[in-house]
């Protein structure tokens, strides 16, 4: 089997951010991404999903190497300092590198 090494960016955020967050990962070259609605509890207090407009999303997204580098440094730069927000990569591989 030929696998090829790519990132899976994670961000969990305030819902508020789905459109920033979603502009940004076209914006930085990211293809796709899977974004769904969760809850829990952390540094911000605990988070339901409850009421949509204050709910947390997780986003998922897989690049190369240098699209999360970008990703997360516009994060940290742009976004942490607005959004209650966390993000990080994991290293993966993947079987069709060309739909990332």
Request: charged letters at 30%; glycine letters at 8%.
């Amino acid at each position: 089997m030929n696998t090829h090494p790519m990132k899976l960016v994670t961000i969990v955020c305030e819902a508020h951010a789905r459109d920033a967050v979603t502009r940004l990962l076209r914006e930085v070259g990211a293809h796709g991404w899977t974004l769904f609605p969760v809850e829990g509890d952390g540094s911000q207090g605990r988070r339901l999903a409850d009421i949509p407009e204050y709910a947390n999303i997780q986003v998922e997204v897989i690049v190369k190497p240098e699209v999360a580098e970008r990703l997360l440094e516009r994060l940290g730069g742009d976004f942490f300092p607005r959004y209650a927000m966390i993000a990080f990569e994991s290293d993966v591989r993947v079987l069709r590198a060309e739909k990332f």
